[in-house]
């Protein structure tokens, strides 16, 4: 399975994201994945599994999941489920990176956690209230948790194959997020590797080893994504679909779609009715 890259944007009222897990009623997988933020998910009620890296953790009501800037992981949610996620921007923490400008959040250490889960449960209460002067609490709450997260859980000392690994994944995030915002357009992998000063070959092996997957798999998904929503939500003829997508023809956009859906987007359309 590729690993996919997600970008987050902030709440358009705070300087951060936060909103209530997409995962709450169950029978949900979020697939691996990786993102520039810092991504904590606290859960309150039922339970989640996570996989970071190639490490299992289970979430009792209570617990929290510190996820790291480029960190690999996937989301399980076989149950109900009420989580609070907050999505941090990178550069919230600058001027805490070391000295390689970079920074990680370790979560061996659990005394403060009772206090992260008070404060983000009021913060979330008090965001939804939307009373007078709520953005000010919020975010002065918001940096009592900035506080506490660079000094209790932030690591001054990390390895170096840890730092190159999320230098890779860093780069790749700005690759990704270029083809997110061209996807409409012939992108090649040779056109891609002379924007961001690569050769394909090198290029193409970043993808390889640290996304695990190939460009255009990735290019695919990304397009694949906005054909779906265009399918579901229009009533544009496919072929109109796949040109405005980025897809050659029909005929390429309907091969690429079997494979992903089992099905052609035209009987996925049908099903839709």
């Known amino acids: 399975m590729p690993y996919s890259h997600e970008i987050i944007v902030p709440n358009y009222d705070i ?30 009620e039922g339970g989640l599994e996570f996989f970071v890296e190639e490490d299992r953790h289970p979430l009792v009501p209570g617990e929290f999941m510190l996820v790291n800037s480029n960190e690999i992981h996937s989301v399980f949610s076989p149950k109900p489920n009420r989580t609070v996620v907050l999505q941090i921007p990178l550069s919230t923490f600058e001027k805490y990176y070391t000295d390689e400008k970079f920074i990680y959040f370790s979560h061996t ?29 919020v975010q002065s709450q918001f940096f009592m948790l900035l506080y506490i997260l660079v000094t209790k859980y932030r690591e001054t000392n990390v390895n170096v194959e840890l730092i190159r690994k999320h230098r890779k994944l860093d780069r790749l995030s700005l690759i990704t997020s270029y083809m997110k ?37 990735c ?37 690429i779609f079997k494979k992903r859906y089992g099905m052609l987007p035209s009987t996925y359309r049908r099903t839709l009715n």
């Open 15 to 44: 300087p951060f994201k936060m909103f209530l897990f997409e995962g709450k009623d169950g029978g949900y997988i979020r697939e691996k994945h990786w993102h520039r933020s810092i991504e904590i998910f606290a859960l309150f």
């Open 181 to 217: 915002e061209n996807y409409q357009k012939d992108i090649s992998l040779e056109s891609l590797a002379e924007t961001f000063g690569y050769s394909p070959t090198y290029l193409s092996r970043m993808f390889r080893k640290y996304a695990k997957t190939n460009y255009k798999t």
């Open 219 to 255: 290019l695919d998904d990304i397009r694949l994504e906005h054909a779906v929503k265009d399918l579901t939500e229009s009533q544009a003829p496919i072929g109109e679909i796949a040109y405005s997508n980025g897809f050659p023809n029909t005929k390429a956009f309907s091969k």
């Open 109 to 137: 250490s659990r005394i403060y956690d009772e206090e992260v889960m008070r404060l983000i449960q009021d913060m979330f209460h008090r965001y939804n209230e939307k009373q007078c002067g709520y953005e000010l609490k």
